[in-house]
């Protein structure tokens, strides 16, 4: 047919997973001829998976190459324009512009778009500690800051690490490090691990990390960070006490980087992510859109907004994104708060809600919680699990699914989690159709244990 | 509140998983004061897991007590009447009455009934064929057969083995023999194992099972078993064709045990199955309840009526009769047709609809086949997988999902399962919000990877 109308330009603030995603769909859907396509990314990588640096710093995965999905070549020869170590420094929405600054030789410069997307990722909250800047001190959330741990790890002979926080990036580098030979101490500001679980269940994998040999601290907010005479960390004090590290690692968990958005007067939610509709589109902005680690979306099950930094999300953003960029249509649905993480042998699983999550929602609802087994009862290697399950009250709908165990209790969850976004009651999830072999599940899957034990609490409870 | 009217009895034929836990439900509900309860297992083993049996065969499990979920003692134990190798052998429906033969003694009585449990189960296709009733020739449908093949094994010094069929349960006792050092060979009659797959994929699990030192013959229907002087089977033959055999298995599936019901003038289907009500009652008889696999069960996909001999359903039939029989309530809603099974180490799950299945109820769809990886790409041990996937043309319903692959393969088809039953379409499933890590799955789960491919097959089928 042509082309119609002028060349239109995309501008892309973000080079991993949403916002190259984005690039790259609205690529094939529009050809060079008819749409530019520019992306700045402060870093220097683009496309990785961020969620393999645990792994990557545990030695399970070679990296940091392994974990780039798609090179800065490969985006080049599909004529998308990816300016690495390049970071736009202000928004101009009225004059359809941004500014970007070449981190090497500092020159700044102008971009104009016709569409933009925002794919800003998040930080690391950082609290402000004395001494949180000092060498050794490492967050994990680039591939630059993998590297620089590993590079701190070969140059520390001390043994000692501590990781500050006990939340998935917490747990899995506590894994990371225990496995290149380091004792570990793991301090959390909580009681039990893994806040994004109940305390009974959080209690299981604190019990479970015991066992592993990480010494896991409770109540353990830290207050400063103490360093030697070289500047280097010593220490990491939380109230009275004192733990000697000869590395640190935060993994207090990760905020919504949108300072650019909000100077330049962009709708951000209350935890400061930015507020899209369904197509992934700025709300009251026509020609922005946003995704990944930057943006709030829509929890299905209590029908608020929340921030889950996940890359499975940031990936559907970008590929949303693309397509409605790229003159297609997509909508990103929301989630339901599925989250699966290790720490060694255990595995953890979530869905849904929270005990306190139903509270603060207004909803009531019975909890229960069952042992069961991977396997048939009589297979070799059936390992244990725990299922907590959330049911409304009266209603019966499912509101929520925790899961600990050992091999084939994670991926489980997504049982659950396909259950809560077709509104099911924890009776319809008892009477599934589920896969059933001994060396796969028991009889009962041990979802439709829980379920069924929540069926009864429901009746119960009247 | 005391009883009411006098007490009651329930009569159940046969003692495995639907009987037994009918019976046990409702004895759950309705003390003994209020009802009695009498089975009858024509075998000597009560509530087993058939499905154990290739495992137990194999070595991987010992057997039989590990494979008894419950033994006969503790159903007495919880006054349950139930009377083992004691063969119900007419129902008198209008005499509600059925009519019972001791095994050993011979003896035959009639036990009246106020509510009957029929749950016979299904018996293996026993095809008329010369030789089939040889020594050394075997079924593998109950604990007593399980036990029979291991005796022919541990007297024939001959390794070779003949497995005629190649379904679940053929593959399964594939790898149990070849586990225990035979030179394994499959007949079978189509050109690919796994009928209940699309030959796509069946053709997966032929060049998997011929890399396992697998023998599996195509197109080979088997015409005579021959014997040696000793009456014991030498060989099978096929057409033409004859394979050496020190022992047989036949697996060439099952067929529903309803000899009793036919001859009671009971509703049988197309597959000579019983036919139920939503509450498992047999249509038409206000005091007849069925379950197991001796029913017909609604597939809620195509519609229509099915046998699915599944140990899972079992239970949750007997789980619903006994509620309904002991005064409260409960359904079966209907099947999707699910099921996993593994030989070795390759796993096979399918749910839902193959095409030709679609075919036959007149739905068009748009079939794809994805590849993909059951972890991350870059984590140890991510292993390859083939997801099948049919959608209904114009509207996108998942109709179908079908997986070959290795470790983390199988149990991934309950994504599908769940979304097949809530009645999603392939973009929903696009969207879902399933567990992601590096350990567990690529950023895109396989599920949705052919989801998406669905997606756009779809869109472009028009």
Request: aromatic share 22%; charged share 20%.
């Given at each position: 047919m042509g082309r119609v109308g002028r060349r239109q330009r995309l501008v892309v603030v973000g080079g991993d997973a949403a916002g190259m995603s984005a690039a790259s769909q609205a690529r094939r859907l529009k050809g060079v001829d008819d749409l530019e396509i520019v992306a700045f990314e402060r870093g220097g990588f683009s496309s990785y998976s961020a969620c393999g640096i645990p792994y990557w710093v545990g030695g399970d995965v070679e990296g940091p190459d392994r974990l780039v999905a798609r090179t800065p070549q490969e985006h080049r020869a599909r004529d998308i324009d990816l300016r690495l170590r390049t970071e736009v420094t202000e928004l101009d929405l009225d004059g359809r512009r941004v500014r970007a600054r070449d981190l090497d030789s500092g020159e700044e410069q102008w971009t104009g778009f016709d569409r933009l997307v925002l794919a800003t990722g998040a930080r690391p909250v950082r609290p402000p500690l004395p001494g949180i800047d000092a060498p050794g001190v490492h967050g994990v959330q680039t591939l630059g800051d993998g590297q620089a741990l590993l590079d701190t790890l070969a140059a520390t002979p001390g043994r000692r690490a501590v990781v500050v926080g006990a939340g998935y990036i917490g747990v899995e580098m506590a894994e990371a490090l225990l496995k290149r030979g380091y004792e570990v101490t793991v301090l959390n500001r909580g009681e039990q691990p893994m806040a994004t679980l109940d305390p009974d269940m959080g209690r299981l994998v604190h019990t479970a990390m015991e066992g592993m040999g990480i010494d896991v601290v409770a109540g353990a907010g830290v207050t400063a960070i103490r360093t030697g005479a070289d500047g280097r960390v010593r220490a990491v004090e939380a109230g009275d006490a004192t733990y000697p590290a000869d590395v640190v690692v935060l993994g207090i968990g990760v905020e919504p980087e949108t300072s650019l958005a909000r100077a330049a007067g962009l709708p951000l939610g209350v935890y400061g992510g930015l507020l899209t509709d369904l197509s992934m589109r700025v709300r009251g902005h026509e020609d922005v859109w946003a995704g990944g680690d930057c943006v709030e979306v829509l929890d299905l099950v209590s029908g608020r907004e929340r921030h889950v930094p996940l890359g499975t999300h940031a990936n559907k953003h970008g590929q949303v994104i693309g397509a409605n960029v790229g003159g297609g249509y997509g909508t990103f649905p929301g989630v339901v708060g599925t989250a699966v993480s290790k720490v060694c042998s255990l595995e953890i699983a979530r869905t849904g809600l929270r005990e306190r999550d139903a509270r603060e929602v207004g909803l009531r609802y019975v909890a229960v919680t069952v042992e069961s087994t991977?396997?048939?009862?009589?297979?070799?290697?059936?390992a244990p699990m725990t299922v907590k399950m959330l049911a409304e009250l009266r209603t019966g709908r499912l509101l929520g699914t925790q899961i600990v165990g050992r091999e084939g209790a994670g991926k489980r969850v997504d049982i659950a989690a396909v259950a809560l976004t077709a509104g099911m009651t924890v009776e319809q999830v008892a009477a599934l159709d589920l896969g059933y072999a001994p060396p796969f599940s028991p009889v009962w899957d041990p979802v439709q244990v829980a379920a069924r034990k929540a069926v009864a609490a429901v009746r119960e409870a009247g």
């Open positions: 991977s396997r048939a009862g009589y297979y070799p290697d059936a």
